[in-house]
């Protein structure tokens, strides 16, 4: 038997020796041995992603590698930049593609293996990949329908975003005039292009002691002197509902994103019934995207206090403030 060591690096066909007898006879061994020795770990390659690195998007992120020749197998790891990683296994050369779909910043490395078991880490930061496919969360400082305010109301909308942040939608909007009904509303946007519509009408009863609803007399009231009393009297007065509906993603070709029209109705509570009904009736929403209703109702009157008699009272018969539209 005769063995020889090869230690560098090579790629040859080797002899092993000669053999000799007992004579003194020595024949040389053919050099038809194969050696291979590698140690050099083959190099990483490329890898491309869908979206730039550190840029927040709402789907999955792909990526496609790009091996060289040395490479004989390779496996990919992920993290959520705890600085644990999770390992999904081994792959040929030949499944170049993969992709990430949970939310939040996600990191990506790779390791490239050759023939000889030689291993070469590959990328490995943490949290270069954003995702964020929740949609944004939306709350209000007033509850739809009626307020009493002495100076009007300001209305906000909030928007919030745990992950992406909010790119638009936070709203302010003051309602300092009386009326029967303003509608406020618009889309909450985050970071990752999630949205979320909203919508609230309000009615404003505002507080006015010199309404000419309601006139206020200030005279001086001795006994017997004549007074002023505000009465109202029947109204003639005109109800109007306007309802809607919308959909946050209608299905392709079947109804529109968003409706509205006006109906009759004898109450607010009757016009907020008759857009649940139409909204329940419409179909056309995506999966997932639920539809959604509101009602606006407003009550017109000719003028309630439009009359003033005079009494004669031993004091006055005065109307000093009043709520109204």
């Known amino acids: 038997t005769i063995t020889q060591t090869f230690d560098k690096e090579m790629k040859e066909n080797k002899s092993p020796g000669s053999v000799t007898d007992n004579a003194g006879n020595s024949t040389a061994c053919p050099a038809d041995q194969q050696v291979y020795i590698d140690r050099t770990a083959p190099t990483c390659g490329t890898m491309t992603a869908n979206v730039a690195r550190k840029t927040w998007v709402n789907y999955d992120i792909s990526f496609i590698f790009g091996f060289t020749s040395d490479t004989n197998k390779w496996r990919w790891y992920t993290n959520t930049g705890t600085g644990s ?3 999904w296994g081994e792959k040929s050369p030949s499944a170049k593609t993969v992709s990430i779909s949970g939310n939040g910043k996600r990191g990506v490395k790779y390791e490239v293996f050759d023939l000889a078991g030689n291993k070469r880490s590959c990328e490995g930061a943490n949290e270069q990949w954003y995702i964020d496919k929740t949609a944004p969360t939306v709350s209000w400082n007033y509850a739809a329908g009626e307020h009493k305010e002495t100076n009007g109301m300001t209305v906000k909308v909030t928007c919030s975003d745990s992950l992406s942040g909010i790119s638009s939608g936070n709203t302010s909007k003051y309602i300092g005039s009386p009326n029967s009904g303003t509608t406020v509303s618009g889309t909450c946007v985050d970071g990752a292009g999630n949205s979320t519509p909203y919508s609230r009408s309000f009615s404003v009863l505002v507080y006015n002691s010199n309404s000419n ?3 206020e007399h200030t005279e001086n009231c001795n006994p017997y002197q004549e007074a002023y009393s505000c009465e109202p009297h ?3 007065c005109t109800h109007t509902c ?3 509906y919308s ?5 392709p070709g079947i109804g529109t994103k968003s409706d509205s029209k006006v109906v009759s109705a004898s ?3 009757d016009c907020e019934q008759k857009a649940t009904n139409w909204a329940n009736s419409v179909v056309g929403c995506a999966a997932g995207h639920p539809i959604s209703s509101s009602s606006r109702y407003s009550e017109s009157c000719s003028t309630c206090y439009n009359t003033c008699h005079r009494t004669r009272y ?3 018969q005065v109307r000093d403030s009043c709520w109204h539209y």
């Open 85 to 87: 990683w999770s390992d």
């Open 213 to 215: 609803e309601c006139p």
């Open 234 to 236: 029947d109204c003639n």
């Open 242 to 244: 306007t309802i809607y």
């Open 247 to 251: 959909c946050p993603k209608a299905r």
């Open 267 to 269: 109450s607010k509570k």
């Open 314 to 316: 031993h004091q006055c």
